[in-house]
């Protein structure tokens, strides 16, 4: 579902330049849940950005279904992105918009009909369990509803993939258990491919059928998380 050929990204500044990824090469199955673990600064997030190219390779092809991104011009790469959904620890909902205009706004991208649309944000806020906030403001939402509703946002457009940066970092214990449990959800429900960029191991273990270690901007081991030992010194 997703292949990344020796991708690279280097980013340059007044300083010199930094090489944030290193011609990683990567196969991601259909409906699998592949984590993305490593320490900070290790390339992870750039990585995960470069699959949507919403950070573009300097080197190397990215494949998401049939389709190669990065070969894409801007118009059908804005819609081809429409079938790759993500999600980020700080939630990136527009505030002053309630939760139904949230979930709305990426398929009036799309170009959704409204009657269409309204009845996938119903669809969608059932599946995250929050059919009751429709017309709240995410200031009057927990953090775990905040990333419920960036989930049904997600959905909207009914992805193949599903990229998750640091999703549950700035979440509790057992808030962290049930946005994990969402996720679960959604790959066994809709078949969804998940990509979860994380520093912590235990989101791996629990819900990640396969992990990739990312080291100085190079994955350097790629494993079943059910064989993974030896992973938790990553
Ligand atoms: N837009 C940018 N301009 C300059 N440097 C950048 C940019 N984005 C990332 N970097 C640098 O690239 C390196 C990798 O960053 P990245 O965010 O991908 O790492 P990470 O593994 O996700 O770390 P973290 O867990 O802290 O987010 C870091 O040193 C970072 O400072």
Redesign the pocket.
């Known amino acids: 579902m997703i292949s990344l050929q020796q991708v690279s990204?280097t980013?340059?500044?007044r300083g010199g330049s930094?090489n944030?990824?290193q011609s990683v090469s990567l196969e991601v199955g259909t409906g699998e849940i592949h984590g993305i673990i490593?320490?900070?600064?290790?390339?992870?997030?750039?990585?995960?950005?470069m699959i949507n190219v919403l950070?573009r390779p300097d080197q190397g092809k990215v494949f998401v279904g049939d389709k190669e991104l990065t070969a894409l011009a801007t118009r059908q790469l804005r819609k081809a992105r429409h079938s790759i959904g993500m999600i980020f620890q700080q939630y990136n909902l527009v505030l002053n918009r309630t939760v139904s205009r949230n979930i709305s706004m990426a398929m009036e991208l799309a170009g959704v009909p409204k009657p269409e649309r309204l009845a996938r944000i119903d669809e969608c806020l059932r599946f995250v369990g929050l059919e009751d906030k429709a017309n709240q403001y995410p200031s009057q939402l927990s953090g775990g509803q905040m990333q419920r509703v960036a989930i049904a946002r997600a959905l909207a457009n009914s992805p193949q993939v599903l990229l998750c940066?640091?999703p549950t970092s700035a979440l509790d214990p057992q808030t962290t258990a049930d946005i994990l449990e969402v996720l679960r959800h959604v790959n066994q429900t809709y078949g969804v491919t998940i990509l979860i960029?994380t520093?912590d191991m235990n989101v791996v273990k629990r819900i990640c059928s396969r992990v990739s270690v990312?080291e100085q901007?190079k994955i350097v081991r790629t494993a079943a998380v059910a064989d993974g030992e030896g992973l938790d010194d990553a």
């Open positions: 990204k980013f340059k500044d930094f944030a990824v490593g320490a900070s600064g290790a390339g992870k997030s750039t990585l995960l950005r950070e940066d640091e960029v520093h990312m901007g």
